[in-house]
């Protein structure tokens, strides 16, 4: 037992010690946790890309396992081509026909031209004919009252009247139907080259969708990243839309925080953050920005939301997610993974700079489709010349 001076000693000290803990804990806060907001509830988030084909196919190769580290268009899978290849040797056999057909209405143009000026002149003989049959049959007419000429020759000039007016009828039925030809064959063909005729850009068309299909048997990879989620089999049979495998591109990794509903009053867009990986430890220390917060809690966007009208309401303080994007990406020898837990700590007095969202996943389709324009342009444009050209003729 201590003496009643030396416990009264003890407690005053305690007493001290309590109070001196109480003013450092009290000056910490006013210093330092006033001035931020942490949270960890915190994971890294990365875009995750999909590799799934436009077409459906059969699976011939993979290249690709699950950790692999792919770059940006490099060959994943390859499908079966053999059908794609089959439907762009039709295609470019119908836009070969389709040149040839134009040529032939070009040409003929000129002679339904010919035509229609011969009937014109036919129809002008056949004119003077019928006027001439008139005259005859008119002075023979005159004739016969004085008995100069006989009835049979009257019947005959009456009847090469008659077939000189049907020869005429006839010659203007041809002329009308040539004209007709030829209008019909200057409006399929007339003030189009061949190259922009309708029937031509129509199976250049389908040369190009036959051609994009091709190359849509070999399916790359849009981003760099890392593959996970490898489902397809050497031999499967897939179906256009189905997935494939995934491409997570670490690079592009952010950081969703999930801070406390009243940890947002001072909460701003923009404000620096800091970082530390539960994998890493707090030596290694990563730098980022809020990017983006939640436009609801995650309660409320849940599969099954809280109905906080029924009768067995409990409080549960609410939990929003904020976006944070890391200022650089990270170093080689300590990588974000998606999943990872972490330690985020807004400072809530720094400067709310402009803070750019994290860099999207490049668009899948951007370089393959501009390749294989220019390759199906390519193509038409020595298809159509070949075809303009007019074969050798043999000796």
């Given amino acids: 037992m201590l003496a009643p001076g030396r416990r009264r000693r003890a407690l005053l000290g305690l007493g001290l010690l309590v109070l001196l803990a109480a003013a ?3 000056g910490y806060g006013w210093l330092v946790l006033r001035h931020q907001e942490s949270t960890d ?33 490099q060959l994943l899978v390859r499908l079966d081509a053999a059908d794609a290849r089959l439907a762009l040797q039709r295609a470019s056999a119908a836009l070969a026909q389709a040149v040839r057909e134009v040529r032939v209405l070009q040409a003929q143009d000129g002679s339904f031209d010919a035509q229609v000026q011969a009937r014109r002149a036919e129809v002008e003989r ?5 006027a001439k049959a008139e005259g005859d049959a008119a002075r023979r007419a005159a004739l016969q009252a004085t008995g100069a000429i006989s009835d049979e020759e009257i019947r005959h000039a009456e009847a090469a009247r008659t077939a000189a007016r049907s020869a005429l009828a006839a010659a203007r039925s041809a002329q009308a139907a040539a004209e007709q030809q030829a209008i019909a064959n200057l409006a399929l063909s007339d ?5 922009s005729h309708p029937g031509v850009q129509r199976a250049a068309a389908a040369l190009r969708e036959a051609l994009l299909a091709l190359r849509r ?5 849009p981003v760099s990243g890392q593959v ?43 404000q620096p953050v800091r970082l530390t990986a ?32 029924t009768g067995n309401w409990i409080k549960v303080v609410q939990r929003v997610p904020v976006r944070i994007a890391l200022e650089g990406p990270p170093p080689r020898e300590f990588p974000l993974r998606v999943g990872l837990s972490m330690h985020a700590a807004v400072d809530l007095d720094g400067s709310a700079a402009a803070a750019g969202a994290p860099p999207a996943p490049a668009d899948a389709d951007a370089a393959e489709a501009q390749a294989a324009q220019r390759e199906a342009d390519a193509l038409v444009q020595r298809i159509v010349e070949a075809n303009l050209q007019p074969a050798p003729r043999r000796r």
């Fill in 126 to 130: 056949m004119r003077a004919d019928l």
């Fill in 191 to 195: 003030g189009t080259r061949i190259d």
């Fill in 41 to 73: 509830n915190a994971y890294v988030q990365a875009p995750l890309v999909l590799i799934t084909p436009r077409i459906d196919g059969t699976v011939v190769e993979v290249r690709a396992e699950d950790t692999d580290t792919v770059q940006a268009g």
């Fill in 228 to 270: 996970a989620r490898r489902t397809v089999q050497l031999g499967q049979r897939v179906a256009a839309g189905s997935t494939l495998m995934s491409v997570i591109p670490l690079d592009q990794v952010w950081v969703e925080a999930n801070f406390k509903e009243v940890q947002l009053r001072r909460m701003q867009v923009g």
């Fill in 278 to 309: 539960d994998a890493y430890g707090a030596q290694v220390e990563y730098r980022g920005r809020i990017v983006g917060i939640g436009a609801g809690t995650g309660a409320a966007f849940a599969l099954l939301p809280a109905q906080n009208a």
């Fill in 217 to 221: 048997t070999e399916l790359r990879a």
């Fill in 24 to 26: 450092a804990f009290a």
